[in-house]
């Protein structure tokens, strides 16, 4: 571990210019054009992109054919036969068909070649036989019921463009007009070297301090997934030698790309910028792109070298802004940016974005009323469920300061737009079972989505007052009454017509270490303990100050009163840390985590449901769900919830 | 061969009610669930799908990080700092922390475990290093600069819902979590055996009559990019026995669907539905779908069986309507039709359809001005072309008889519309030369492609007055004053601002077989040969009738002149097949094909370029392209071409 002996960035440079830099660098070594092609036969060719147009070899059909079943005729020969006057024809048997005059058909099934001196197809079906004859009662037209040589290719006619990607029935065409192989663009080869002496493969268990090295698998997979082949090397300890060996390594089996992935730590990355200093050109250290600033970008000799930084969000976001576009030209085909559908959508949040800076805000997308909504995930860059989360990545530009709320911003889109269409937004207080309704709700309704964000209950209030949420999980103790919900829904949505259906009963309780080794009984122990809260808004918060209230004790009493967790189960990790001796929350998460649980009583958490959004699939399909069947009985086996009154309507207005 | 020992269809049902049979069938089998799980490694989990929830093994990060190099500290120990008051806290090495007392800072790296009794990080870049202690400015709040515990995933989360698509980042969850393995849909194995005695694998020449088998290729990509596995068997013969002993053959490696793709003659189609009934059930037999009708549904055993229609586009679309929707049932995820975006479009063109059928139309897509048009392609079965060439498919539902020109359509897209709105539609008269310059306009304008209808120099004018184009090209010539162009331009399009610039002059002549066996030397000869024409419109069909007046010759004096093809090459393969003694056309269709060519002048095809798209990028890239540089250079190197006027302004109104 290197303390403290840390190169300075010289400049964190635009992401256009960092672009531009490695454009001239590989120019410069002839390293910018799309790679050559190979020969790969027909069943190998999908998906990949050619490298040359290609042209027709044979004529598609490579003769006229008969396109029915029916007898082949001279048009010419039909002209006079009408419904009243039917006109006879000499059936003559295809084999004899040599030198036959004038007035006679062949029988043809479809692709039949047409025999000699026909030039029209009568169907089966409009025709009477007559011993050797048949009867027609309409001429034809010349070409009827045929597929004329070339119908569908010209020998000499461009099937595919170059730069084409190879679908499926582009095969077809390709073998239908005479290739068995066809020249595409070879697959770039990507070496992948992960350093840092805190990674640890996948599949050891770490101690702290250790990191779970997955940032290689994640690299190598966007790199096949863009089409080129991943060389994954094993983890180099922050080490320059042995770091400098392993580049020499990977360089000596003639990669296209060379991708060095530090380690969370300043120590490695700065090895990796000297060496490849060192090594050949240095040709930019840092960018001004959020998440991702420390990207190296320098080429050894011919091959570029991508030094992608070490969070896991910076780390993949690294390879969707230059490596898949790099792989993409040397393919000679769109980056995935620029293929990408983009929309605009209103932010439901205030982002804030220091100028200079590009800024990547992954974002959940879904339609609320009229309203196409992006609410912005967590923005750290260690946060890789907010990739896995997110629908899309709203670009803040440079020059830009952020966007305000109820503003519209750009999100390039990760899925089509139909998926973001068939979304059920749910804000508000998180439980742990609303992933296990989410998994029922997909069942339930094929093709739809469950998304639910956790912002307390006072949150999912204030989401539906301001249209941002089709349903909104709340529990609210009102102090005064001993009431759950329903004095707070009146309150915050006063003129809103909508019901309350309750989710379930859930006992909350004081998650503690599981011996319980500070014989914690109940919240009056609180005030010699260190307790981890809930965030201002949560329903759990409002519960521990009304119990506090009722004994008397005050919030500056709890040690650790301000340090909020958003979730019950982050609450639970806390305590099961070490970091917190115990925190208020729902028994499914205690369990979760292993720990013991001082029971506090049982509160009842509701659906609150606007009228506006009744008429939606997802918020039937809810509905649905709760009032019986495979959800309920699922949910009444976890330890703390009580389905009593799961489905039932709390409440009207 | 079979001769007319038809099966008589028993009904053609609505595509609806054949996917209720098949379901149902397959729900009686108990195999209409999606297909269980199997354990892979990450790295080969790429683009499966989860058959589980997955749960995190382990909270990400698994201890409390420092998420910034510098010092750890009790941020309690802190709140007395202020920039006149800076406060100094002892630096004690980390290996001697044990029992250190308060007020000191402990140095640490991004990524490094808090120390016992530190709760906040203070980032290097604000103390002040003083001998052995550090003086700060600031007090720091508990947590700041702390990748807290489970902050990315806490142990027991759902890190991906089952029935997920693992994509990169996905990976990058499941190890992160603790993951090394990860469960997912088998792949569903598929057994496509072609059958028809008409068929020639690929790679093989084939004689009138034959045809190359390419549907088995179009069938088992589909498959593949549906996520199955295709094994494809050799063709079989319309042989009754054969055929069932490749069945039983297949069926003993256990696929889970079984595809048997007819030959185009009725004879294997017959064969294929009797034999589906003898060993098993035979649930459809014709579905009113165009193109397609001649699906074949049934089960043999527990293994579903669909018979598939010989012409490629019935095929690819039974690929599309019925085995890619099973697939997609067996893994648990929508299908492709579902997932599609798909757009309102205005057709260019009346889309006739027999109610009663549901019809899937081919189109391409661009939009021109404010509209989105969509141009129906050739709706004939046989042409695979109409597929490659394809944007997306116009679903016209079987109660309805069609849609108006000028009409919406709804359009499921093949692209992202991103690329649709890349486009420069080019409608008018055909060239071989326009591939040759759609290939450098990609060049030039990457991400952008040149769409080109070949509709006749008259049609590109209609299309330009519609404005269903951004361009035309015209080869017109007015038999009163021998000018190009100009007259008709005028008359068609009064008031459009616009400007004529010159594409090339090219050479029109008469296409004859390679050894010119009937002597044909002018337009004089043309009363005693067989004619190939060009359709109404067409500028080449303008310049035979002038010639043909010049010469005082009779329309009626010329045997084929009501024969029409729509571009240049589909005249020279009349030709060349011997369907026709010689057509009108540029020399470059006739040396395309190897025929001979007897010149008749030259002629000047311009492009049409109305002032409304001058703005259009597309537009600008084409004026580029003709005002000198790469492409002029490659046209003037094909025998036929004149470019000495190539990129100029003929005319301006």
Known sequence: MVQHARNVYLEDIPLEDARARLKSALQAAGRWEALPGESVPLPAALGRI???????????????????????????????????????????????????????????????????????????????????????????????????????????????????????????????????????????????????????????????????????????????????R????????????????????????????????SGSSAGSKDHTAALVREMGDLLVHG?????????????IGRVPVIGVPGYPVSAALTGELLVEPLLAQWQGRPSAFDTRTHIQATTTRKIQSPVGDDDFVRVVVAPVGERLLATPLSRGAGVITSLVRADGLAHIPRFSEGIDMGHPVDVMLYHAPEVIQRTLLLMGSHDPMLDLLGQYFAEHLPGWRLVSGHVGSLGGLVALRRREAHAAGVHLLNPQTGNYNVDDVHKYLPDEPLMLVTFAHREQGLMIAPDNPLSIQSLNDLPRVRFVNRQRGAGTRVLLDYELEKRGLSQSDIVGYEREEYTHLAVAAAVASGAADCGLG???????????????????????????????????????????GKFPAALAEQPGYDIRETGQVQYRQ
Chains 1, 2 share one sequence.
């Not at 979760?592 to 001082?598: H, I, K, R, S, T």
Request: aromatic share 4%; charged share 15%; net charge negative.
């Open 287 to 299: 960018i001004a792109v959020r998440p991702g600033h420390p990207v190296i970008i320098g080429m």
């Open 586 to 628: 729902v028994r499914s998460a205690a369990l979760a985590m292993n720990l013991g649980f001082v029971p506090v009583g049982w509160e009842r958490y509701d659906l609150v449901l606007p009228s506006a959004y009744h008429e939606h699939p997802g918020v039937q399909a809810l509905v649905d769900l709760l009032n019986g």
């Open 50 to 228: 050619t490298a040359t147009p290609v042209w027709a070899k044979l004529s598609s059909p490579h003769y006229h054919a008969a396109a029915m079943d029916g007898y082949a005729v001279w048009a010419a020969d039909t002209v006079n036969a009408t419904e009243t006057r039917p006109l006879k024809l000499r059936v003559i048997p295809r084999q004899d068909v040599a030198g036959h005059g004038p007035g006679c058909a062949i029988p043809v099934n479809t692709g039949d070649p047409l025999p000699p001196d026909t030039n029209a197809v009568i169907m089966i079906e409009h025709v009477q036989p007559v011993g050797d004859q048949i009867e027609i009662r309409a001429a034809v037209a010349s070409w009827q019921h045929v597929r004329p040589l070339g119908e569908d290719l010209v020998a000499t006619e461009l099937v595919l463009p170059v730069n084409h990607r190879i679908r499926p029935v582009d095969l077809g065409a390709l073998a239908g007009s005479g290739h068995v192989t066809v020249s595409v663009r070879r697959r770039p080869l990507v070496a992948v070297i992960p350093t840092g002496s805190e990674l640890l493969p996948a599949g050891e268990m770490p101690q702290p301090g250790q990191i779970i090295e997955y940032n290689s698998l994640v690299l190598a997979a966007q790199v096949q997934e863009a089409g080129g």
């Open 230 to 261: 991943a060389e994954v090397h094993d983890i180099v300890p922050d080490d320059v030698p042995k770091l400098q060996a392993a580049i020499e390594l990977a360089l000596s089996q003639s990669p296209d790309l060379l991708l060095l992935l």
